[in-house]
């Protein structure tokens, strides 16, 4: 079992959202678990945890994202790290750092930074 339970991200459209991470989440393994309607989007791995859920805020404030915040994804390939960048920029997300080496920190640290549409930093990365 993980520790970690689950992770919340902000968003101001859900829909949006959904759109994005259905696809972006999907290159990763993840799917999008089944919801009554109204409900935010959600996802896992392999049915389990942590679980990724999209929320609007509860205070009614505007989602914003955490500065020097992120969420890092393993991926199991390269190809994989270089598919979820390209995805993530397609639809609508911003580049924070191309697929590529990333020797500071690891021999065989290949990781790809995005941006998704409210701004939430997200990272894949592959050990290999």
């Not at 959904?18 to 109204?38: A, H, N, Q, S």
């Not at 290949?110 to 939430?120: L, S, T």
Request: with cysteine; glycine share 12%.
């Amino acid at each position: 079992m993980s520790v970690i339970s689950h992770i919340t991200l902000g968003t101001n459209d859900p829909a949006r959202a959904g759109r994005f991470y259905d696809e972006v989440l999907g290159i990763l393994g993840f799917d999008r678990l089944p919801k009554p309607p109204g409900k935010p989007p959600a996802y896992e791995k392999g049915g389990t945890m942590p679980t990724i859920y999209l929320y609007t805020p509860e205070d009614g404030r505007p989602a914003t994202w955490g500065n020097g915040t992120h969420v890092a994804f393993v991926a199991e390939t390269k190809d994989t790290v270089d598919a979820f960048h390209a995805a993530a920029l397609r639809l609508g997300g911003l580049c924070e750092g191309k697929p590529g080496p990333r020797p500071n920190y690891g021999e065989n640290y290949y990781a790809a930074y995005v941006r998704d549409p409210d701004g939430n930093k997200l990272q894949a990365v592959c050990y290999s």
